[in-house]
């Protein structure tokens, strides 16, 4: 049976595009590309093998860091940003006041510490 209409149309012809399927080609000796270190060599071949060494080297123990407020005195407020202005003025990086206060009060502590001992 004949289909009438749009059907018919060369627009609507369904195409199913063709697949070609080639064999794989003989393998090839390819040898793994190796980047040299200062002290070991890397290769970019894969192995599941884990190293059982350890390495010495302890890592700095990370400060988890806590959001919290705290009221200033505005005079207390001026003067970390007349320190901070000056040293962008000596031209270096300007310094986030939320870690300038985090150094005076590792001082503090730290002072603390020392008049108890």
């Given at each position: ?6 059907a ?8 199913q595009p063709?697949v070609?399927v ?7 000796n ?6 040299e270190?200062k ?21 700095k ?5 806590i959001?919290h ?26 310094p986030?006041?939320?870690?300038m206060?985090q ?6 502590l730290?002072?603390k ?5």
């Open positions: 049976m004949k289909k009438s209409g749009l018919d149309s060369p627009l609507f012809i369904s195409h063709k070609t080639t064999p794989p080609s003989e393998p090839t390819h040898e793994p590309r190796t980047t270190r002290d070991h060599q890397r290769t970019d071949v894969r192995t599941i093998e884990r190293k059982s060494e350890r390495t010495n080297v302890r890592k123990k990370k400060r988890i860091r959001r407020a705290f009221d200033i005195y505005e005079d207390q407020l001026r003067t970390l940003q007349t320190i901070q202005l000056k040293v962008i003025q000596a031209g270096k990086k300007k986030s006041l939320g870690k206060v150094k005076a009060l590792d001082q503090y730290e002072d510490k020392k008049k108890k001992m």
